[in-house]
């Protein structure tokens, strides 16, 4: 047996004219398989007709015209354009309606009648978001008018839910204080989806772990239990180029090149272990180590301990070591205090006259607090920065004590003009206040880290402020290039010097199988300096996970 099948036809009137451009709004279908799928094109079009303005549409009647075409004959009515609806606003505020309405009073707000229905729905979004998971908005006390439609906005906020229980998923020994303190996923708060979400950002820019998806949330009738599914990542870092040498003169081994290593969260405590060395032969070698233990006894208290050591080739070496206690006051805020001593010793066999290298030893109190916005980008994961570091002491020089301040802030932002084009800013500045200083206790400043296109910690300074400036345009989600401008100005109050520093040049920034590959190509000049092409630096930096 064969099955002869044949095409049917749609075809429909109204009692106007029905322009083109209305058909393409209805997105109009006139070809069919079979009888049903017409019948329920016919029907589609009257809720259609609907959602445009056409409130009083309705279909009139379905004839048959011949064997292969039926004409759905319709009653259009009278057009609204708009929605007007009246709100209250001690529910609703005006930046709420902002996100949807082109014109708000304080009773009313209009919105175009093709739109409401999105608009209304994004409306609800924003309140579910706040915490009210099961809020439904409604319009009451319809009413047609000449060309609009008058309406009243109700709202039912439901039940708020709370967060009664979080699980993870995947990650079972994730550090789960991170969860309490530093993403700020708290039982007992107010359940928000649009907080969960950022919660869950905030989770996968730590490094040592990632989203594999989504949060879930599973609604009971009595409780609210959040899920989330991590996974862990190896976060530890290394990086490094050493030398060795012997020195022609004293005969000495010398190291030379850096070493960079970062371990973390290798004992699921979210603990981090730094060492860096850098060394230019028999110049200058510094040496950091410092360890963290955050959130100790599942409280928002964490330690840290550090120390560091630079040697300036044979004038002089500086020990610096760090104690201090941490509190994260919240997610993006945390506050420290603690104590650092500083001892230096004068290298030099020979007095020197005029030398202002001595020895000495420094007692300070320092207290703090930085803010950190984060973003989920992997080539730039801070957002924001800003830490504010104070410390309050004396130095001892020659059985002499003198009191001593010095104030330490660094401030960095990025500005997304758009996915390929954003702009970055950086601020650091360092003071010491002091009767009288020395060569060995001064801030050291030039390099990658601070002013680029100058020497490694070449510039001594009891007063430094640098601002670091890049645009930068991204290709794809692993390479950009940018452009360098650095401004800096310092004093040095041993050598009664002031000065101002530029620099500029370009850089790029690629993803690459080892890790995050830099190279920054700059010149420097100084203000009573002139270009000189052979002062041009080039800073390499690769940063590789493991």
Do not use: M, W
């Not at 940018?482 to 520093?501: A, M, P, R, W």
């Amino acid at each position: 047996t064969s099955v002869l099948s044949q095409t049917l036809y749609l075809e429909i009137s109204a009692e106007r004219t029905i322009s083109e451009e209305l058909k393409d709004s209805l997105s109009f279908i006139n070809t069919f398989k079979d009888y049903n799928s017409l019948k329920k094109e016919v029907d589609t079009l009257a809720q259609k007709l609907e959602r445009l303005g056409y409130i009083e549409s309705k279909l009139q009647d379905l004839n048959k015209k011949n064997d292969s075409t039926y004409l759905a004959n319709y009653f259009f009515g009278k057009k609204c354009l708009y929605i007007k609806v009246y709100y209250d606003n001690t529910v609703f505020s005006r930046k709420e309606l902002q996100e949807i309405a082109p014109e708000i009073t304080e009773t009313y707000f209009i919105l175009p009648f093709e739109t409401a229905e999105i608009s209304l729905q994004k409306l609800n979004a924003l309140k579910t978001e706040e915490g009210n998971a099961f809020a439904t908005l409604s319009l009451v006390n319809l009413k047609p008018e000449e060309n609009y439609l008058s309406a009243s906005l109700k709202f039912d906020s439901g039940k708020k839910r709370i967060l009664d229980s979080i699980v993870i998923k995947g990650y079972e020994k994730f550090p789960r204080s991170f969860l309490k303190y530093y993403a700020g996923v708290k039982t007992g708060k107010t359940f928000s989806k649009k907080k969960i979400k950022e919660q869950n950002t905030t989770i996968n820019s730590l490094g040592f772990t990632r989203t594999i998806k989504a949060p879930e949330v599973l609604f009971r009738k009595e409780t609210t239990t959040a899920y989330f599914y991590l996974e862990k990542q190896n976060n530890n870092l290394f990086d490094g180029i050493l030398g060795f040498a012997t020195d022609e003169e004293t005969q000495k081994l010398q190291f030379n090149g850096y070493l960079n290593l970062e371990l973390n969260n290798n004992l699921n405590y979210g603990e981090q272990l730094l060492i860096n060395y850098k060394a230019d032969g028999s110049d200058q070698q510094n040496f950091r180590v410092k360890a963290t233990l955050p959130y100790l006894f599942k409280t928002p208290f964490g330690i840290s301990a550090e120390l560091k050591i630079f040697k300036r080739d044979s004038t002089f070496v500086t020990t610096e070591q760090q104690a201090r206690v941490n509190y994260q006051v919240n997610p993006a805020s945390t506050a420290y205090a603690g104590y650092k001593a500083y001892e230096s010793s004068n290298l030099l066999d020979d007095v020197v006259i005029g030398n202002t290298v001595e020895d000495f030893n420094s007692r300070f109190f320092i207290s703090g607090a930085s803010f950190l916005k984060l973003q989920d980008d992997i080539l730039f994961p801070v957002k924001t920065e800003l830490t504010v570091e104070t410390e309050i002491g004396e130095r001892e020089l020659e059985g002499i004590n003198e009191n001593q301040f010095k104030l330490l802030v660094t401030a960095s932002s990025i500005f997304n003009l758009n996915y390929s084009n954003s702009i970055f800013v950086k601020n650091n500045t360092n003071i010491l206040f002091s009767e009288t200083y020395i060569v060995n206790e001064l801030f050291r400043f030039g390099g990658i880290n601070s002013i680029r296109g100058f020497n490694e910690n070449r510039i001594d300074a009891s007063l430094l402020s640098t601002l670091n400036t890049e645009y930068r345009y991204r290709f794809n989600k692993g390479l950009y290039i940018h452009s360098i401008i650095d401004f800096g100005y310092f004093q040095n109050q041993v050598l009664d010097l002031k000065e101002s520093l530029y620099s500029a040049g370009i850089g790029i920034g690629l993803q690459t199988k080892a890790g995050i590959l830099r190279l920054n190509i700059a010149n420097g000049i100084s203000e009573n300096q002139d270009f000189n092409f052979s002062n041009t630096k080039i800073h390499v930096s690769l940063t590789s996970r493991f």
